[in-house]
C-alpha cells in the first residue's frame, strides 16, 4: 500500500492443507517445459538431469526470502480481531482485492458490507458472487486464489464451499499463524513492517516482523500529539519539534530497519532544502491551529521532510519512500505520480549519503526507474506491491533491471498487506516472476544458465540483507527490552 490507512482488509483461519510445501508446481508456474510430466514419471524410469529452467525454477523456489515491506499489526493484535475490517473469510478481499471489486461495479455499499462484522459467511458470498468473475485473474484476485488454495484447500470459491472456508479460516487463526502462513507455507525469513497505527511498533515477535520508523506524521501535517506523548516532551517551537524527532531516532534507530513515508499520497515528492528560520512561523501557526497559505504548508513539510532524511542519514537508516500507483480506487491523480520519479531522481542528487528505496516500481512509470536505479550510486528500488499490482509488467521489470543497472540495488518483493493469509499468495506470484525473469534472460541469451543461478540467492535474500544490515538489526532486536 502502500498506504492506504482504511485498515480494511482482514483473515481468518484454516486448514492448512498444503503449508508444508512451497507449492513447486505453483512457483514453476509453468515455465520449465515438461515439469508436470516430470512429476508423474514412473520410479522406473531413468531420472533425466534437470533443465536450466528446472535448476533456475528450484532455486528460486527453495532460497528464503526477505520480504522488506508490510502493514501487518503484529499476530496476538490480529488475534484480538483488531488491525483488520473483520474477523471471517471476506479479510482476504480486503486489502487490496475490494478495490478491483468496486471498480469492477460492486457498489461501494455492498463492499462495505462485505468487509464488516455484520453479514453472515454466505450473506458475504452473495455479495461477492456477482463480481468475482470479473476480478479472480488480477493480481490482487490471483493472490487470494493463492492462499485459498494452499492455507484452506479450496480449489474454486463457490456458495457451496463457504461453510468449509469459513471453518478453515478459523482454524488457522490460532496462535502461530503468522509462524505457519510466512514461514513455514511462504518461504520468508523475516518481514519489514510499516506500521499504520504507531510510529514504531515494538513487535512481540521483533526478529520476525522487523520495523520501519514512520516518519509521515513528523514531516506531514505533523503530528505533534501522536509523536510528542511517546517522548514525553512539550512542543512550543520549532526546537521542540526537532528534539521530539531527535527522540523517535534516539530511541529506535538501532531497532528499526529503515525509515518510511508515503507522502506521496499526499504531494509531490518535490522537496525544497528550507532552513529551520523559513519553516518557524508556518509551524507556529500549526500550533496555533491556525490556517497555512500553501506556500507555508510547503516550505514547513520540506523543511521537515529534510531534517528526518538527515536524522536517518546520519543513523545508517535507508529512506523508503512510496512511489507511483495509490491504493483504493476513484481517486488518483496520475498526472502527479508521472512526476514522482524525476523528483526522486531530485533527491539523490540532493543527499548523495542517503540511501533511497523507491518502492513499488513506481508504477506505471518502471522504465523511468530504471534509468534512475543505474544513474544513482544512492538508489534502490523495491518491487513491493508490483507483483500483485501488475503481475507481466514486474516480471518484465525484474528482466530489464538485471541487464541494466546493478544487481545489488535491488528488492523483489514485500506483500504490503494488512492481513497475513494473502501475503503467501503475493510471494507465489513474485517467485513464479523472479524465476521466470531468469529463465527468459537465459533462453534469449542475456545470461547463461550459471549466471542466472548466482543471482538467485542475492536477488532473494542477500540484497535485503546487506542494505538493511539485518544481521546487526537482528543481534539488536534479540536484546530489546521489550520482547
Ligand atoms: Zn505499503
Known sequence: MSDDTSGRGCSRRGALKSLGGMGTAAALGGLAAGEGAAAERPAAEEPRPASAQEEIAERVRATPL????????????????EGVCCDDWAVLFSHYLDSDLVVAGMPPGARD??????????????????????????????AVQVALRELYGIEELSEAVIPALQQAYEALRKPGMYQKVLVEAAGIESCQVNCLWRPY??????TLLMQDISFLGLHLGPEIDVFAGPAGKEVRDLADWHGVIDWWFDTYAR??????????????????DVPAERAEPAFRKVLAQEP?????????????FWYCVRRATEHGLPVKLHLGYYAGENYMPLGRVERNVAQASDLCRL?????????????????????????????YVDMC?????????????????????????????????????????????????????LVELVE????????????????????????????????????APWR
Open 66 to 81: 526477505v520480504d522488506t515491506h508490510e502493514h501487518l499489526p503484529d499476530e496476538e493484535v490480529r488475534l484480538r480481531g
Open 351 to 379: 543527499s548523495p549519503d542517503t540511501r533511497f528505496v523507491f518502492m513499488h516500481i513506481a508504477y506505471p512509470c518502471w522504465q523511468e526507474l530504471l534509468a534512475v536505479a543505474k544513474h544513482y550510486a544512492n538508489a
Open 201 to 206: 511498533r515494538e513487535s512481540r515477535q521483533p
Open 292 to 304: 497555512l497559505l500553501a506556500a507555508e504548508q510547503k516550505d514547513l513539510e520540506d523543511h521537515l
Open 255 to 272: 531497532y528499526a530497519v529503515a525509515v518510511k513515508s508515503q507522502g506521496a499520497y499526499r504531494r509531490g515528492l518535490d522537496h525544497d
Open 444 to 479: 534469449e541469451g542475456w545470461l547463461s544458465p550459471r549466471d542466472a543461478l548466482e543471482l538467485v540467492e542475492p536477488i532473494l535474500r542477500g540484497n535485503a540483507r546487506a542494505l538493511f544490515r539485518l544481521e546487526e538489526k537482528e543481534r539488536n532486536l534479540s536484546a
Open 113 to 142: 458490507q462485505l468487509l464488516s462484522a455484520g453479514p453472515d459467511p454466505l450473506e458475504k458470498w452473495r455479495l461477492l458472487a456477482p463480481y468475482w468473475p470479473a476480478v479472480r485473474n488480477t493480481g490482487y484476485g490471483r
Open 385 to 437: 506491491w508490483a507483483w500483485i499490482i501488475d503481475p507481466v509488467s514486474s516480471k518484465e521489470f525484474l528482466k530489464r533491471f538485471l541487464v541494466t543497472a546493478p544487481s545489488n540495488k535491488i528488492l523483489p518483493f514485500g506483500g504490503d498487506y494488512i492481513p497475513v493469509e494473502p501475503v503467501l499468495g503475493h510471494a507465489r506470484l513474485a517467485r513464479q516472476g523472479i524465476a521466470r525473469a
